[in-house]
């Protein structure tokens, strides 16, 4: 079942879990989400980045579609960081049911200015818009540099934010960053700014960079009222580690041989974060929910 992201999170912040966005841009990591997920009996995100849509081509998302609509548990199709307004006219073509817009990197009125405007634009069909207030980072050279003193999303500057924009979700900046940590870094979620986030917005919070945290800190985020969480790297890490080592022991090319047991042990990966993100037999809640359907599609 398709719905958009007002759909799916109204329903996790009410019971307070959270749904895992998983990223994607090949049928084998489709399959790892989508079917663990069916199997968890867990609602699901499908995310993709601009950079994985350009290379999956827009054929691939007709499948897509075509899958998570005839599932048996509710998922949404998302563009995530979505960079500029062609992005997101693409998504909306390709049949996305939500968009991410985001100008955290930009001026304050630059990111207003892009994020409204990709409101007023997908409100028109229907389709969610998660904006970024504060930064997320990336792992590398700078990781520690960036936990120590990366820019705080400031609880004041998130509820006008959401106010000025007419933002859906909101993706906060509390400490975390893209990629795996390196082993000689440990992150700190700052629950006491996302407390005081979700003091003043009453929308829905998203953690991005959600691969490579404790378990405990992740736990404790969503306990608190995040309600959407994007892993992309640790699965995709558990996919290739297997991949490496299906290679170097056989030197076969079928895909049939190569990607099952990849897919296995991605599989085990998003089960993990479905039960660490209290996700678990919580798709039971959607069974009276409307499937989300564009009309102009």
Sequence with gaps: ?????????????????????YNVSNSELL????????????????AVHPTEMAYAKDDFFAYVLQRIKNSKVPFVLHLDHGDTINNVARAIHNGFSSVMIDGSLASWEDNVAITKKTV?????????????????GQTGNHIKEHLQNGIYTQPEDAKRFVEETGVDTLAVGIGTAHGIY???????????????????????????????????????????????????????HAFFVQARKV?????????????????????KVVHHKNELFGAVGKADLYKNTEPWRNEFL
């Design 31 to 46: 399959k790892s989400a989508v079917e663990q997920c069916e199997a968890d009996n867990a609602p699901g995100i499908i």
């Design 247 to 267: 290679l170097a022991e056989d030197d076969g090319w079928d895909p049939n041989n190569l990607f099952p047991s990849c897919i296995v042990e991605a599989k």
């Design 1 to 21: 079942m398709l719905l958009n992201m007002n759909q799916m999170l109204s329903v996790a912040k009410k019971n307070h879990f959270a749904v895992g966005a």
């Design 120 to 136: 007023d634009m997908c409100h028109l069909v229907g389709v969610t818009v998660e904006g970024e207030l504060g930064t997320i």
């Design 182 to 236: 390196p082993s000689d870094v440990t992150p700190k979620i700052r629950i006491d700014i996302l407390k005081e986030i979700l003091s003043v917005v009453d929308n829905p919070l998203v953690l991005h960079g959600g691969s490579s945290n404790p378990d405990d800190q992740i736990a404790e985020a969503v306990k608190t009222g995040i309600t959407k969480v994007n892993i992309s790297s640790d699965y995709k």
